[in-house]
Antibody, heavy 121, light 107 residues
């Protein structure tokens, strides 16, 4: 079955870059029917969709307006994974970050295990 | 952006009883509405999409209804494993947006 395995540091200093990776098993990051998302969850913001990457003959990205100037989501076809980079973080970016798949509909049927990321000096 | 509002924030129900959770959208989302269940320390799990279609492997005691701006998730006979937080999510308009959740607790 499809599984997503997240990795990355749990502590990031203010103004630095948050970097997480989501490794895919049982599906392909280059699938023509799936998209690969990052979602975060915090007490103040609730569940917040951040963005996604997907392949439809070429690569596309969608980003939430709230983070559009700071976010990059990249696929890595050689390792069948995708990554999140969020620049210039502040304590407000402290959250549990999830990777997730959507197929066709913009609903999320497979999720990673979540990574608690704290932004603190 | 569409704002999703769930009520109540907390619902206390006894095992074996029926639970009814509500979700309201700030504008019509047609039937492009999903429900998720989240247990402590776990990722959300997709329960319902298209307002009323159960996702793969979801028991029949979970049902969804509604269209436009008003939606309901009903759990017909609560089992111990159903006590969790439930979220609705609209996907009719970009960006996808979640409600703030309803915590279903044991009475």
């Amino acid at each position: 079955q499809v599984q997503l395995q997240q990795s990355g540091p749990g502590l990031v200093k203010p103004s630095q870059t948050l970097s997480l990776t989501c490794a895919i098993s049982g599906d392909s990051v280059s699938s023509n029917s799936a998209a690969w998302n990052w979602i975060r969850q915090s007490p103040s913001r609730g569940l917040e969709w951040l963005g996604r990457t997907y392949y439809r003959s070429k690569w596309y990205n969608d980003y939430a307006l709230s983070v559009k100037s700071r976010i990059t989501i990249n696929p890595d076809t050689s390792k069948n994974q995708f990554s999140l980079q969020l620049n210039s973080v502040t304590p407000d970016d402290t959250a549990v970050y999830y990777c997730a798949r959507n197929m066709g509909l913009f609903t999320f049927d497979i999720w990673g295990q979540g990574t608690m990321v704290t932004v603190s000096s | 952006e569409i704002v999703m509002t769930q009520s109540p924030a907390t619902l206390s129900v006894s095992p074996g009883e029926r639970a009814t959770l509500s979700c309201r959208a700030s504008q019509s989302v047609n039937t492009n509405l999903a429900w998720y269940q989240q247990k402590p320390g776990q990722a959300p799990r997709l329960l319902i999409y298209g307002a009323s279609t159960r996702a793969t492997g979801i028991p029949a005691r979970f049902s969804g209804s509604g269209s436009g701006t008003e939606f309901t998730l009903t759990i017909s006979s609560l089992q111990s494993e159903d006590f969790a937080v439930y979220y609705c999510q609209q996907y009719n308009n970009w960006p996808p947006a979640f409600g703030q959740g309803t915590k279903l607790e044991i009475k």
